[in-house]
């Protein structure tokens, strides 16, 4: 006898990325969207499907990485004129967390983590961290930056914070956001907007030091304020610089 029990499983709530994704593909499999379009503006965008910047944001880095949009710096975001496949046969990768509710969740977690580790921190501590900012100026060659060495250095710059504050559960919590932020939707999103906006790494290390400085001298309030300010920073930078050009030898699709 069939149990119907056993065909019923739990629902899971889409992510918003994947629900506006899914809405595009349906548009261009209507036609509505064709190749070498341009799309409108991400503000108008954003409007239009009734979402939040960041979420419309998600979803145009999503559609790079599936070679389904080509958004070309200065120029634009266009419907790829050569897609990878098919839009019906586009199946969702498993790209991770929402970014931005990443960020949402640091902002609420790491700054008063710097201010307690500013308050605890030993010799041991500030060596590490000493060594993970040299190691990611080390891995900038005049004006490259090797974007591998910095999102790796900025991760363990965040862990090894949580870590001088000696409480296990706030390690336990920043190592989960350390996996979190090295998911491939967080990656990519850091990749086509922080390190492509000019001074953007030069900025981040200033912001890292100044975090830094500020454990160093015990000085919890500034630690805190420090970390907070760099955190709205990066979310700023990620949702509004321009998204990088994934061809860079590519020209705009006919429209």
Known sequence: MINPQDFITPIKPKKVYTQIVEKFIDLIEQGIFF????????RDLARQFGVSRASLRESLTVMQMMGLVE???GAGTFIANEPKANPVNYSMPNLG????????????????????AAAHRKSTSLQKMTEILA????????????YEVFSKGDREFHLEVAR???NPI?????????????????????????????????EAMKEHHGIFDAIQNKDEQLASIRMKAHLYRVEKVMKDADLANNSQDSNPPNT
Do not use: C, Y
């Open 97 to 116: 967390e929402s970014p931005f509710l990443i960020l949402q969740a640091r902002k609420v977690i790491e700054p008063p983590v710097t201010a307690l």
């Open 35 to 42: 190749p070498g379009m341009q799309l409108p503006s991400e």
């Open 170 to 202: 706030l390690v336990a919590t920043q190592e989960m956001i350390h996996g979190l932020m090295g998911q491939p939707l967080w990656l990519a999103l850091i990749r086509e907007t922080s390190l492509n906006t000019p001074g953007r790494f030069d």
């Open 135 to 146: 190691s990611v100026e080390a891995g900038r060659s005049g004006n490259h930056i090797m």
């Open 164 to 166: 001088a504050t000696g």
């Open 71 to 73: 958004t070309l710096s």
